[in-house]
């Protein structure tokens, strides 16, 4: 069975200042996706970024990015230029062959202004 | 084009009660995917529908059922309530075709709280 591990339950960054969330995961198969979502407190969980597991290259949207090692199945947020918005529970999800997402714990994010 | 929604936002029930949620997917999309969050957790899947049929199940007993319609929107029943089903349900459609993956969009959520 596939689990998500986040290891820091919070995590608090200065305004403007750079953060790292990270994620493990384990899996035996060969093909699969993996998200970080992003939920403030209005509950709506947000799509911030998405890997294919059989990209090389570490997926980027504007500014947050991702560090992929697949051979460690480490899967790690990175949000550049923190911003006041930025604030909520962050959640690595996977998702596989069966079209369903599993989630970790989560990483409930401040920023200090 | 319309988000996923789900109704109703808020809902108080008592141990033993049953209950209905509603969850309306995205146009387009022929998916939609239940979790349970229950509060400082991350969501577990419950269970899928795919054209109208189930389509995968997570831990889940029995007495957690739904139904998909002809529109796609879904339903998701509990039976006979117990206190650690209060929980955050969520709701998520996607357009699933033969070998392509889709992002799961997620709705707001209801809040169920079972006294």
């Known amino acids: 069975a596939q689990t998500v591990t986040q290891s820091q339950p919070e995590m608090s960054v200065q305004e403007a200042e750079t953060v790292t969330l990270s994620c493990t995961y384990d899996?035996?198969?060969?093909?699969?996706?993996l998200f970080w979502y992003k939920q403030p407190p209005s509950r709506q969980m947000i799509l911030v970024i998405r890997?294919?597991?059989?990209?090389?290259q570490n997926a980027t949207e504007n500014r947050f990015s991702v560090n992929f090692q697949k051979a460690a199945k480490s899967f790690s947020l990175k949000i550049s230029d923190s911003q006041l918005g930025d604030a909520a529970m962050y959640f690595c999800?996977?998702?596989?062959?069966?079209?369903?997402?599993?989630f970790g714990t989560g990483t409930l994010l401040a920023v200090q202004p | 084009e319309t988000g996923v929604t789900q109704s109703p936002t808020h809902l108080i029930k008592t141990r033993g009660q049953q209950v209905t949620l509603r969850c309306s997917s995205q146009?387009?999309?022929?998916?939609v995917s239940w979790y349970q969050q229950a509060l400082g957790q991350g969501p577990q899947f419950i269970f899928q529908?795919?054209?109208?049929?189930?389509?995968g199940r997570g831990n889940f007993p029995p007495r957690f059922s739904g139904l998909q319609f002809p529109n796609y929107s879904s339903e998701l029943n509990v039976n006979a309530l117990e206190l650690d089903d209060s929980a955050l349900y969520l709701c998520?459609?996607?357009?699933?075709?033969?070998?392509?993956?889709?992002?799961?969009?997620f709705g707001p959520g209801t809040r169920l709280t079972v006294l």
């Open positions: 529908y795919y054209r109208e049929e189930e389509n």
């Open positions: 899996t035996s198969e060969s093909d699969y996706y």
């Open positions: 890997q294919e597991a059989y990209k090389q």
């Open positions: 146009s387009g999309h022929n998916t």
């Open positions: 998520a459609s996607s357009l699933v075709l033969a070998g392509v993956y889709n992002e799961q969009f």
């Open positions: 999800a996977y998702g596989g062959a069966t079209n369903k997402l599993i």
